[in-house]
């Protein structure tokens, strides 16, 4: 579609979008909030380079798009501001955040509807890209059998099978959500089937035994991993990446230890898969 408020250049024809013409921690007019949200659909994951944002800027722009998202088992950072998510890296970290491919909180009851994460600091030498990962795309790229199979299928995703060393340091009283969710998702905006499983999270297929769940499963995640669905952005410090929870994953590259790479993330909550 044709934009009059922003300029929307994609990235790579399969998805991701740089956007320019607008300051997020501005006043934005209602008709650059909807391009936005039009440019996101669009493109699954849009990119905003020298942006400058405050912690109360950042949610409120995240609010626009629906109720910002508390992470279950994260720890409260940002004093005051539990809806701000910390992305930190540096010479003490034991592992990063998002480091296999996944889709944000995907073992809630409701996963996120986006995330929009605002860069500070990159590391030195380079190095801390992101990648995404169009799952529309992954679904239309199985074959009509494969997708007539998982068409019924469920699956589970559990926060421990990434957050296990988070039990183990803080033990049981920290919240560890499990859901089951379909297989394969209708976005509820533009109506297009997604595959909705991914590394980090999903666990197993219910409706078949373990070693089909398990063989089933990472047939999946290499399908989804393959190249050909990928951006990749790389950071400098105020850019901004907005990305649709909903019909895509990522992953963030750890390539770059002992250096630091920081930043601020806000989630908006989404519905339940359907």
């Not at 044709?2 to 997020?24: F, M």
């Not at 988070?166 to 595959?195: C, D, M, S, W």
């Not at 952005?233 to 963030?252: I, L």
Request: proline share 6%; glycine share 8%.
């Amino acid at each position: 579609m044709g934009y009059e408020t922003i300029e929307v250049r994609k990235l790579t024809p399969t998805i991701g979008a740089l956007v320019s013409g607008v300051n997020l921690g501005g006043d934005l007019s209602n008709r650059q909030f909807d391009e936005i949200h039009q440019a996101l659909l669009d493109n699954l994951v849009l990119f905003f380079r020298d942006q400058t944002m405050t912690v109360e800027q950042h949610k409120a722009f995240g609010a626009h798009f629906g109720k910002l998202h508390v992470h279950p088992n994260a720890p409260r950072a940002v004093e005051g501001h539990p809806e701000i998510l910390v992305i930190k890296a540096d010479e003490t970290s034991k592992r990063v955040a998002g480091e296999v491919w996944h889709s944000d909180v995907s073992c809630e009851l409701e996963p996120p509807m986006g995330s929009i994460l605002h860069i500070h600091q990159v590391p030195e030498n380079g190095g801390g890209d992101t990648m995404f990962a169009n799952m529309y795309a992954a679904y239309e790229a199985l074959s009509a059998p494969m997708q007539h199979f998982l068409a019924g299928l469920t699956a589970v995703h559990m926060s421990l099978k990434s957050a296990n060393h988070q039990y183990r340091e803080r033990g049981p009283e920290q919240r560890f959500p499990e859901a089951e969710h379909p297989v394969i998702r209708t976005h509820p905006e533009t109506g297009r089937k997604a595959l909705f499983v991914n590394r980090g999270f999903t666990a197993r297929i219910p409706q078949l035994t373990a070693a089909e769940s398990d063989a089933v499963l990472e047939m999946l995640f290499r399908h989804a991993e393959q190249a050909r669905f990928h951006c990749r952005f790389k950071w400098e410090p105020g850019s901004v990446a907005f990305w649709d929870n909903r019909a895509t994953m990522h992953q963030a590259m750890w390539d770059y230890y002992p250096q630091k790479r920081f930043g601020y993330r806000v989630t908006v909550c989404g519905d339940r898969p359907a």
